[in-house]
């Protein structure tokens, strides 16, 4: 950790969209970071992001970042099938790890994360930036609240266009489940608390990877509550789109752009007891509050929000899901130790 032990000093892994033109920008603009370092496979690009984003340094390696003493944590933005390589690498130097969705797709290789991260005393957060909008602090409490009722049911969805080359429609991306779909398998553990205990699915494939993928996912009953219902779909075969629908026995809450709601304000719908009314989220940089969150963590270790175990709580609930798209069956989902007691919102 840095002198200044509010400041958590960053290095960045991998140069690509949301890693260059997302997360170095909100890591500058963080109150409590500072971009330190970008690595790529090759220097001469590690050079030329590093000058346009302002970082200090620049490295033709990955492990040349994990090995500078002026790097508190790193960001992983590389493809699906080399975040349990690095992230644990980046452990074993000492590193925090802020890593892009999906933590992995093995549920025994997450695992064997958040215990390194455990071991080591270091923080393990997988950046579903989503969750830092205010809008769903709003979404929450409206819930907590009983605005609607009590909850139901819940559909997600997101969806978009991918080029044929893309590595998201390759194994090494994960196809659609654990690039897209996963936000709404997420999206439904953090909106209700808890851990779904089976579910069912299917999947257009191509080849061994989906292209598009759609699960429900059966949250048990508890607490004097009747069991809920979660639809989730995600494609990166389809035109752009996104919502959230969350229906009770009083009404409903619709939220247009739950995922990608950009930076001008947002608005939720809320239908209850036949009346409509809009409510109004301010415009933010859910990339700016996820890093800022993060940082905080790393300076205060007492903090349990958003722990390596809802990785791995996501992680065991999309392998079932791809279980039960490839043998057509319900799949029992047998989670990991818990986790979504820490996903309450947390000032």
């Not at 970008?38 to 970042?65: F, H, K, M, P």
């Not at 790890?97 to 393990?124: F, I, Q, W, Y």
């Not at 194994?171 to 069912?200: H, I, M, Q």
Request: proline content about 4%; charged content about 25%.
């Amino acid at each position: 950790m840095s002198e200044d032990r509010e400041v958590t000093r960053f290095g960045i892994i991998g140069c690509g969209r949301i890693a260059t033109s997302a997360v170095a920008p909100a890591i500058r603009w963080a109150k409590n970071a500072r971009l330190q370092a970008i690595g790529s496979r090759e220097l001469s690009v590690a050079e030329d992001r590093a000058q346009t984003l302002e970082a200090a340094r620049a490295y033709g390696s990955y492990q040349a970042v994990l090995e500078d003493p002026q790097v508190d944590a790193v960001y992983i933005g590389l493809p699906n099938h080399l975040h349990v390589e690095w992230a644990r690498r980046a452990l074993l130097a000492g590193k925090h790890v802020l890593c892009e969705k999906s933590l992995t797709d093995d549920p025994a290789a997450a695992l064997s994360l958040a215990e390194d991260a455990r071991t080591h005393g270091l923080r393990l957060i997988e950046a579903f930036m989503y969750r830092h909008h205010p809008q769903w602090t709003l979404v929450r409490n409206l819930l907590d609240e009983g605005a609607i009722g009590d909850v139901q049911a819940l559909r997600i969805w997101l969806a978009g266009v991918m080029e044929e080359d893309d590595h998201r429609l390759s194994d090494d991306g994960g196809g659609a489940l654990f690039d897209v779909t996963c936000y709404g398998v997420n999206a439904a553990r953090f909106l209700l608390g808890k851990e779904p205990g089976a579910v069912s699915a299917m999947a257009a494939w191509k080849g061994e990877v989906d292209v598009s993928s759609m699960a429900t996912l059966a949250f048990p009953a508890g607490e004097g509550a009747k069991g809920v219902l979660a639809s989730v779909w995600g494609s990166l075969a389809s035109s752009a789109e996104e919502g959230l629908v969350v229906s009770g026995t009083r009404g409903r809450i619709e939220v247009a752009r739950p995922f990608m709601p950009g930076w001008d304000q947002t608005e939720l719908v809320l239908y209850r007891d036949g009346a409509r009314s809009l409510i109004r989220a301010g415009g933010a940089n859910h990339y700016l509050h996820m890093v800022e969150h993060f940082s905080s963590l790393v300076a205060d270790p007492s903090r349990e929000r958003f722990p390596a175990e809802d990785g791995t709580a996501n992680a065991v609930a999309c392998d079932a899901v791809r279980e039960a798209a490839r043998t057509g069956r319900w799949v029992r989902v047998l989670a990991p130790a818990p986790a979504t007691a820490s996903l309450r919102l947390q000032a």
